[in-house]
């Protein structure tokens, strides 16, 4: 069985940090792209982040683009989201998921990519 567990959030006033961590296990981690989506309060679930199975390719969302960034260490089978100058807007529950791997340069983008799914962590910035 397969558990993505995050952790890592909590309050944090606005161009504070916060890293988040998920870690997995039930499936042979390597073989997953790994993403990191959020949701806020009356919207739909986003990516923010996603890398490829050995984190040498990564996609970031415009949005955190140059604030947050997305690493892996296989040997934890975890994967982390460095967050830092946040701002209000970045208040959300922070999600990590898992793609199986179709290529070596794979990110998954969409929700409809990824197998598996974290219970999520809140986010809440403060201005």
């Known amino acids: 069985q397969v558990h993505l567990v995050e952790s890592g959030g909590g309050l944090v006033q606005a161009g504070g940090s916060l890293r988040l961590s998920c870690a997995a296990s039930?499936?042979?981690?390597?073989?997953?792209?790994m993403g990191w989506f959020r949701q806020a309060p009356g919207k739909e679930r986003e990516v923010v982040a996603a890398?490829?199975?050995?984190?040498?390719?990564?996609y970031y969302a415009d949005s955190v683009k140059g604030r947050f960034t997305i690493s892996r260490d296989n040997a934890k089978n975890t994967v982390y989201l460095q967050m830092n100058t946040l701002k209000p807007e970045d208040k959300a529950v922070y999600y990590c998921a898992a793609a199986r791997s179709g290529s070596y340069s794979y990110t998954g983008r969409t929700t409809e990519e990824y197998d598996y799914w974290g219970q999520g962590t809140q986010v809440t910035v403060s201005s």
């Open positions: 890398n490829n199975w050995n984190g040498g390719r990564t």
């Open positions: 039930g499936l042979t981690f390597n073989n997953y792209a």
